[in-house]
Every structure is written in C-alpha cells, then in structure tokens.
C-alpha cells in the first residue's frame, strides 16, 4: 500500500473518533485567553497517543513528532483554539453548554484537524521524513492575538520550522475541496474607538449646545474620505463603523458624549500608518471645527497575511496529489483579519480554506454557524498528508 492509501485509510479510520472531539470541543467552547479546560482536554489526547508536548502562552501547546532523518526539513502546523462570545441558536445534541459561548468559527474543526495529523503522523512516523512541529494556539479572535503571544514566547524556535501551514474553515465551499490563495491573502485588521464630546442639553434649542450626535454623523462620512480619496484604487482597503452609543441622550435630549467603535483593513503597512493619521487628524479637526472634541484611538490589530508563492504552489500540487486536481480551488483574497498572519511575517506560510459547506449555508460568526462534520476526514487526512510532503 503507497503511503497517500495509508493516510487515507486512516483518516477513515479516525473519522468517528474525529467527531467525538469536535462535538465535545463544541460543546465545551472557551473564549479568548481562558481556554484552559480546551487545552486540559487537547493535552490528555496526546498523552494518550504517547505525543510529547509543553504548555506555551498559558492555554497553548506546542511539540514535535519526528519521522526519519528528522533534521532533513521542519515543517509547523497551527490550529487555533478559542471561541466567540455568541449565545448559539442551534438545536443539535452538541450544543454549547457554556452559555454565551460558541464555536462560531470553526476553531473546533482546526483543533480537532490538527489532533487526528498528529495521530495520524505519529501513527508512520517511519514512514516519512523530517520533523513535525504542531502549534494549539490560543486567543485568534481578540488583540494582540494568541500568535503574537507564543512567537514572542518562542514557539517558532527549538526547532525553527522552515515552513508553516494552517487551514480555516469556508462554508461556503463544498465539503472535499480547499481553496488556496498564493500571495496577498486577507487584509490587516485594526480597531478604532472613537468619543466625541460637546455640551448637551435640550434638543429644542440646539442653539445652547454642541450637537454630538451631528457632529458624529459629520465625522463618519467625512473619514469615508480617507479610503474615497486618499488610498490607491488598486490598493484595497475597508473603513467601517460598526457601532456608535450615546452616555444619555433621548428624543429631544442632546447627549454631552457620543462613542463610536470600527474596523480599518488593507494590504499595505505604508498606507496603513499614513492612514491611521489621516484618520486622527480629520476626526479631530472636524470635531474642533464645530466647536467639539475628540479621542480618536486606533489599536493596531493582525498584519496582513500572505500566502508565500512558491510554498503554496508547493502546498497546491502535494493536495492536488492527494484530493485530485479538480478539488484544488483558487480563491480570491478577502478582506478578513487572521491573527496566522503573524507567522508569515516569520517565515515562508499557507493557509488554506477547507469546504466545510452545510445545508443550512450559514455564515462565519452566527449563532447557528455548523459545518458538515464530513469535512474532518478530508481535512485530518490532508494536514498530515501536507506535512508529509
């Protein structure tokens, strides 16, 4: 039997086993940075396969499984562990029990993806040559972002892979396929909070007060300009305010503060700073112009994230091999931020999009987001597979 059948075989093999994990890691979802019985329950898996680890950045776990010559090429692989603060809709046996809690973004498919390669590579460690470096890693959806934490702690060390490889779910994308996208991949992701302040007061004589809700209005379309005018038509970038709330105000109540919270993304960090202090200094000027104030406050999120060229051709061609050449999609770049952009900043990555496409068709982030849990023998098989190779 050639080694790709032996993947395969035991992907199948492990299937049933993969869906208890994901439904229990479901089931028991853990947010940003508190992923403390997540990482317990990874732990145990891997003492029980005899796969020696360490604890990096508190909840994550990192370690190596070693084939022949283990020094002939290192490779990591990345899974992302934590959860969303989303109350989940579903009503499915392996409904989130922490209430307020859900594997809204399929973390639960990266971690249990990434177990059963380890199973599966310690399983013909004498079958294929290198080193394997595997990383859980904790908090992708909060800032600074677990990645930035566990490089500055070391996890790309002691051995230094040559090449990293993640994967994130797509439900749009059917169940079987992947989709790679060599190059500029997703955008960088910063935060901007945003308080303006006046002088309340009645709203039938605004002639006493310093409108903040105006003046806030003002200043959302104004910085629309940025983007408009100022960054290059070629270069994408995306400016959205996605929350604005008042400390008082009412039907005829002009409020003395206004806050406003929104995303800046794009794919160029030359632009991105000349941005963020476009952004501040229109803000505030508009604000002072009309008699007001404001704190502007940007809080630099993920890198953007890029796909290295020639390790991605090399990442398509090893999974055409495996899933067959017409299951290898080329996917267009999106503007979503991923905090695996700081290990590209590092070193040669890919990540790819798994198909992970239900009948329900729902979207990342929502309180009934499932997948169709076939996607795991697809998914645990390549992992290892891409690791291989």
């Not at 940075?33 to 732990?43: G, H, L, N, R």
């Not at 068709?361 to 992992?383: C, P, Q, R, W, Y």
Request: charged share 20%; net charge negative; glycine share 10%.
């Amino acid at each position: 039997m050639q080694l790709k059948e032996k993947v395969q075989k035991l992907a199948n093999e492990f299937y049933p086993v993969a869906v208890g994990i994901r439904r229990h890691l479901h089931q028991y979802p853990e947010l940003s940075f508190e992923e403390y019985e997540t990482s317990k329950f990874i732990a145990k898996k891997l003492e029980e396969w005899g796969i020696s680890f360490s604890i990096i950045g508190k909840t994550g776990l990192t370690g190596t499984i070693e084939g022949q010559n283990p020094t002939s090429k290192i490779v990591a692989l990345r899974a992302d562990i934590d959860a969303l603060p989303i109350l989940e809709a579903n009503e499915v046996e392996y409904k989130s029990k922490n209430e307020g809690v859900m594997h809204a973004c399929g973390h639960d498919v990266h971690t249990t993806s990434l177990l059963g390669a380890l199973y599966i590579l310690n399983s013909l460690k004498g079958e294929w040559s290198g080193t394997v470096k595997f990383i859980f890693q904790p908090g992708e959806e909060k800032l600074p972002g677990g990645a930035s934490i566990l490089i500055e702690e070391g996890v790309l060390e002691n051995p230094k892979p040559q090449n990293i490889i993640g994967q994130h779910v797509e439900p749009l994308m059917e169940v079987g396929k992947i989709g790679i996208k060599p190059g500029l991949f997703m955008a960088s992701a910063d935060e901007i909070y945003v308080t303006v302040r006046g002088k309340g007061g009645h709203g039938a004589k605004p002639h006493l007060c310093v409108d903040t809700i105006l003046l806030a209005s003002h200043m959302i379309v104004a910085l629309q300009q940025i983007v408009s005018r100022n960054a290059d038509p070629l270069m994408p970038s995306v400016l959205t305010f996605g929350k604005i709330n008042s400390t008082g105000g009412a039907t005829n109540i002009i409020p003395n503060e206004v806050k406003i919270l929104g995303t800046f993304r794009t794919f160029d960090e030359a632009w991105r700073a000349e941005a963020h202090q476009k952004m501040k200094s229109m803000a505030e000027s508009l604000c002072e112009s009309m008699g007001g104030e404001c704190e502007f406050t940007v809080a630099k999120g993920y890198p953007f994230l890029k796909n290295d060229e020639t390790f991605s051709e090399h990442v398509r061609s090893a999974a055409e091999t495996y899933l067959g050449k017409e299951n290898v999609l080329e996917i267009e770049a999106r503007m979503g931020g991923e905090d695996f952009a700081f290990y590209s900043q590092q070193m040669p990555a890919c990540f790819y999009r798994l198909g992970v496409q239900n009948p329900n068709g729902t979207g990342l982030h929502t309180n009934v987001f499932d997948v169709d849990e076939k996607a795991l023998e697809t998914s645990i098989g390549l992992m290892a597979w891409l690791a291989m190779q």
